[in-house]
């Protein structure tokens, strides 16, 4: 089994900064594809980030050029570094991330975080 555990999400000012973590652990051969999704309350859960092993990023239109994907694979860590925020990012954060688990032969499976808050107040 694998989990993934968020942190860095808060309450922020309009034009602030906050940096996400999402730490993987478990039972991991390697970690594929690892991203970033928000979801506010009565809408869909919505990509706003993603990253492969080889590093190549894909961004929402919305936070392109505010927000910044990483990862470190020794640590199977993801991070989303977001400037300039605005108040329509608010939203809850959930990590996700396709893993190949051990034994590698097994076929990837998808884990989700428990989500994390980020208020931008105006």
């Known amino acids: 089994q694998v989990q993934l555990v968020e942190s860095g999400g808060g309450l922020v000012q309009a034009g602030g900064s906050l940096r996400l973590s999402c730490a993987a652990s478990?039972?991991?051969?390697?970690?594929?594809?690892m991203g970033w999704y928000r979801q506010v309350p009565g809408n869909q859960r919505e990509l706003v980030a993603s990253?492969?092993?080889?590093?190549?990023?894909n961004y929402a239109d919305s936070v392109k050029g505010r927000f910044t994907i990483s990862r470190d694979n020794a640590k199977n860590t993801v991070y989303l570094q977001m400037n300039s925020l605005k108040p329509e990012d608010t939203a809850v954060y959930y990590c996700?991330?396709?893993?190949?688990?051990?034994?590698?032969?097994?076929?990837?499976?998808?884990?989700w975080g428990q989500g994390t808050q980020v208020t931008v107040s105006s």
């Open positions: 996700d991330a396709e893993v190949t688990g051990n034994p590698p032969s097994l076929p990837p499976s998808r884990y």
């Open positions: 478990g039972s991991i051969f390697s970690i594929n594809a």
């Open positions: 990253i492969i092993s080889g590093g190549r990023s």
